[in-house]
């Protein structure tokens, strides 16, 4: 829904731009951080609906933070989107272990990525927050 509020956590310059151009256009607020500290910076003056997570970020690492968000009662409303560079076998798992609420490889497709996103929101706003 357009206004919606989106944290991108990626430490990707690249990935993190494409993905901020692509949510910006369909009308999302855009926050991003470069890596855990700077997320739980943001998210003490902004509730997002959905996080895009990198799994892989220096120091503490994407499934670590979800962790540590999805045990916060302040946060754990929040849909995760776990993202990861490599599609390694039983990364998945482990995301969703970790209280991801959904899972996308990257390169992410530009065709198909703000209907995922949308996705995720509305099934959220519908009441149901795991995603198969
Ligand atoms: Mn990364």
Redo the contacts with the bound molecule.
Sequence with gaps: MVGEIILIV???PINLKLAKVLLSAEGYEVHVAINAAEALQVLTSCHPALILM?L??PGKNGLDLTRELKSDPNCKDIVIVART?YAMKGDEAKAKAAGCDGYMTKPISVATFPGQIADYIKKKTQGHTTVG
């Design positions: 990626e430490d990707n990198d892989q970020l560079a």
